[in-house]
């Protein structure tokens, strides 16, 4: 069973940085592909970043591109969300995702209707 589990939210003011962490077990995810998508108040769930587990090929949301940065320590079964310049707009609680297990070594999801696994999300808060 497939495990993933958030930390690193919080408050941080407009401009700053926050590092969200997934630790992720219960599976060998070497062919999975992780990523991060959140949820505003009100709004539907969104697409942030995801990369394939082995090769470690990105892809980004167009409303974090250049600003948020997503990596894999796999060591540590861990994954990163480095957020900088961040805005009140990107104040959600952020969720960590996985594929299933056969998704491949360098395919990466442009959007989050190829997630599987998620965690129960860290909040996010950024003021103005």
């Known amino acids: 069973q497939v495990q993933l589990i958030e930390s690193g939210g919080g408050l941080v003011q407009a401009g700053g940085s926050l590092r969200l962490s997934c630790a992720a077990s219960?599976?060998?995810?070497?062919?999975?592909?992780m990523g991060w998508s959140r949820q505003a108040p009100g709004k539907e769930r969104e697409f942030v970043a995801a990369?394939?587990?082995?090769?470690?090929?990105?892809y980004y949301g167009d409303s974090v591109k250049g600003r948020f940065a997503i990596s894999i320590d796999n060591a540590k079964n861990t994954v990163y969300l480095q957020m900088d310049s961040l805005k009140p707009e990107d104040t959600a609680v952020y969720y960590c995702?996985?594929?299933?297990?056969?998704?491949?070594?360098?395919?990466?999801?442009?959007?989050?209707?190829?997630?599987?696994?998620w965690g129960q999300g860290t909040q996010v808060t950024v003021s103005s």
């Open positions: 990369i394939s587990w082995s090769a470690g090929v990105t």
């Open positions: 219960g599976s060998t995810f070497s062919r999975y592909a």
């Open positions: 995702a996985s594929t299933g297990p056969l998704y491949g070594t360098i395919r990466v999801p442009n959007n989050q209707r190829d997630f599987v696994y």
